[in-house]
């Protein structure tokens, strides 16, 4: 059973590193539900980003909020990249599991 929705909006940014880049949104506290998280502090939802809709999890950003992952063929299939402006609609599963 999904939560609430929530909304967030935002620039693309990009973690570097040395394996791979990520791209992601940051999520502030304030749009961060109140449920338990499962490993390494993650939230599961289910997102909308324009066309598309998929299943991933925030993270904790350190002490400053959490991040969602996009993965690269979203931001192909949208057309986005970091540095993009984007809004996405999110929900949470209850039982954490998705």
Same mark, same amino acid.
């Given at each position: 059973?999904?939560?609430k929705e929530?909304?967030?909006?935002?620039?693309?940014?990009?973690?570097?590193?040395?394996?791979?880049?990520?791209?992601?949104?940051?999520? *502030?506290?304030?749009?961060?539900?109140?449920?338990?998280?499962?490993?390494?502090?993650s939230?599961?939802?289910?997102?909308?980003?324009g066309?598309?809709?998929?299943?991933?999890?925030?993270?904790?950003?350190?002490?400053?909020?959490?991040?969602?992952?996009? @993965? @690269? *063929?979203i931001?192909?299939?949208?057309?986005?990249?970091?540095?993009?402006?984007?809004?996405?609609?999110?929900?949470?599963?209850k039982?954490?599991?998705?």
């Amino acid at each position: 059973m999904k939560t609430k929705e929530f909304s967030v909006s935002g620039r693309l940014t990009m973690f570097e590193n040395t394996v791979a880049p990520w791209t992601y949104l940051f999520v *502030p506290f304030d749009k961060v539900p109140d449920v338990d998280p499962g490993g390494w502090g993650s939230i599961p939802v289910e997102v909308t980003l324009g066309e598309s809709t998929w299943r991933t999890s925030i993270f904790p950003l350190k002490k400053d909020g959490y991040f969602l992952p996009i @993965k @690269k *063929p979203i931001l192909k299939k949208e057309g986005l990249k970091s540095g993009d402006r984007v809004k996405v609609n999110y929900s949470v599963f209850k039982n954490n599991t998705i």
